[in-house]
Nanobody, 122 residues
Framework: QVQFVESGGGSVQVGGSLTLSCTAAGGMFDLFAMAWYQQAPGKQRKLVAGIQKSGITNYADSVKGRFTISRENAKNAVYLRMSELTTADTGVYYC????????????????WGEGTLVTVTS
């Protein structure tokens, strides 16, 4: 079963940048879309960025132009470059493999890693 390990979180001031990393072990990484999800304090987890097997990327409206997702199949890794951070970006960030339906909706796998905490301070 695939396991995900996220890293790169930390505390940063508004306007700053961070790059998150995720490595996957135990599965055929390049067969799946990958995505990053944010769980803000007191809120449900939501998708912020996804990257399909083809390399096509998708972003939540709130992060378009600020976040960049990329993947490196040879390393079973996916990254999230975050810039111009705001306090609304605070939360625990998780990566996961996903299936897409014909409408392009990402459906994550059941198993989640521990995530990495991003705190943006004003």
């Amino acid at each position: 079963q695939v396991q995900f390990v996220e890293s790169g979180g930390g505390s940063v001031q508004v306007g700053g940048s961070l790059t998150l990393s995720c490595t996957a072990a135990g599965g055929m990484f390049d067969l799946f879309a990958m995505a990053w999800y944010q769980q803000a304090p007191g809120k449900q987890r939501k998708l912020v960025a996804g990257i399909q097997k083809s390399g096509i990327t998708n972003y939540a409206d709130s992060v378009k132009g600020r976040f960049t997702i990329s993947r490196e199949n040879a390393k079973n890794a996916v990254y999230l470059r975050m810039s111009e951070l705001t306090t609304a970006d605070t939360g625990v960030y998780y990566c996961n493999a996903a299936q897409l339906d014909p409408q392009g909706t990402y459906y994550p796998m059941d198993k989640w890693g521990e995530g990495t905490l991003v705190t943006v301070t004003s």
